[in-house]
């Protein structure tokens, strides 16, 4: 996949994400913690039935979001090894908050 590709889909993936969570008040932090560490490591029902579960996910952002999933199980295992490694590191920060 394309590096546009992959970065069209992420940036309307957190565009999603960010709206969502200011339309319903939530902790937007919290929101996008769980979103990242289920779309690198979980499926996308995992998505469905946990971060976004208090959402209706239209067809189309269904799709956005199996592309996006799609993009991150393709990445390099050295690539994606990192990337969870960065999200631990970010959620160790946080619970020292």
């Known amino acids: 996949m394309s590096a546009m590709k992959v970065?069209?889909?992420?940036?309307l993936a957190l565009t999603l994400?960010?709206?969502?969570g200011l339309a319903a008040g939530e902790d937007n932090t919290e929101l996008f913690m769980?979103?990242?560490q289920t779309l690198l490591v979980g499926s996308t029902e995992e998505l469905y039935e946990g971060?976004?579960?208090?959402?209706?996910v239209n067809a189309d952002a269904k799709a956005a979001?199996?592309?996006l999933?799609?993009?991150i199980d393709s990445l390099q295992p050295m690539h994606?090894?990192?990337l969870v490694k960065l999200l631990v590191q970010?959620?160790?920060s946080q619970d020292g908050a």
């Open 34 to 36: 769980d979103f990242l």
């Open 90 to 92: 970010v959620l160790g």
């Open 7 to 11: 970065s069209s889909a992420l940036l």
């Open 51 to 56: 971060p976004l579960s208090n959402y209706d």
């Open 80 to 82: 994606k090894a990192e």
């Open 17 to 20: 994400l960010c709206t969502c």
């Open 65 to 67: 979001m199996n592309e």
């Open 69 to 71: 999933k799609s993009c």
